[in-house]
T-cell receptor
Framework: AQSVTQPDIHITVSEGASLELRCNYSYGATPYLFWYVQSPGQGLQLLLK??????LVQGIKGFEAEFKRSQSSFNLRKPSVHWSDAAEYFC???????????FGTGTKLQVIP | DGGITQSPKYLFRKEGQNVTLSCEQNLNHDAMYWYRQDPGQGLRLIYY???????QKGDIAEGYSVSREKKESFPLTVTSAQKNPTAFYLCASSIEPYEQYFGPGTRLTVT
């Protein structure tokens, strides 16, 4: 069955430290890949997306993600975390022949001073 | 400014009552979606519509109904048949396949 996994439910980092959030998928072929961010009680905002081409994609708010086909992963990174980055982050995938998007269960990021 | 609006932000209902959640977009997007979000479960697709007067069931459509009479509007009705309706509901739209824009959500509490 097709699936997307975010193994970390909750992550705590210090402000200024680097961040990596993990995402692994299980699909028959390389899907489209997304990362979204959600502040408490709000909707989701698209951070970045991978469709094809360069496997390192840049997004908004200083985030980047790297697609690794061999590992079926699409991990989100940020070199230096700011307190305002505290939120929940969702990885999402969609097969290339269908519009339905599948979301991971999310990773909550806490940023400490 | 273009965007997606959902109303109301908070909604309270008694068990056994139907309730309709509003979703409006002025982005001129063809496709619209409804998701349900519960803690620790991510987003689960309820219904989606790729064009006016047409919609498809998602993964958890039981107990829900939708209509798509206008391109801008995609209301969701939570019926009394939905066994556990208390949740956070998110509406989204897209013009390209897959890249979705989300509304601010409606938190429904049924007691």
């Amino acid at each position: 069955a097709q699936s997307v996994t975010q193994p970390d439910i909750h992550i705590t980092v210090s402000e200024g430290a680097s961040l990596e959030l993990r995402c692994n998928y299980s699909y028959g072929a390389t899907p489209y890949l997304f990362w979204y961010v959600q502040s408490p009680g709000q909707g989701l905002q698209l951070l970045l997306k991978y469709f094809s081409g360069d496997t390192l994609v840049q997004g908004i708010k200083g985030f980047e993600a790297e697609f690794k086909r061999s590992q079926s992963s699409f991990n989100l990174r940020k070199p230096s975390v700011h307190w305002s980055d505290a939120a929940e982050y969702f990885c999402a995938v969609a097969p290339r022949d269908y519009q339905k998007v599948t979301f991971g269960t999310g990773t909550k990021l806490q940023v400490i001073p | 400014d273009g965007g997606i609006t959902q109303s109301p932000k908070y909604l309270f209902r008694k068990e056994g009552q139907n309730v309709t959640l509003s979703c409006e977009q002025n982005l001129n997007h063809d496709a619209m979606y409804w998701y349900r979000q519960d803690p620790g479960q991510g987003l689960r697709l309820i219904y989606y519509s790729q064009i006016v007067n047409d919609f498809q069931k998602g993964d958890i459509a039981e107990g829900y109904s939708v209509s798509r009479e206008k391109k801008e509007s995609f209301p969701l009705t939570v019926t009394s048949a939905q066994k556990n309706p208390t949740a956070f509901y998110l509406c989204a739209s897209s013009i390209e396949p897959y890249e979705q824009y989300f509304g601010p959500g409606t938190r429904l509490t049924v007691t």
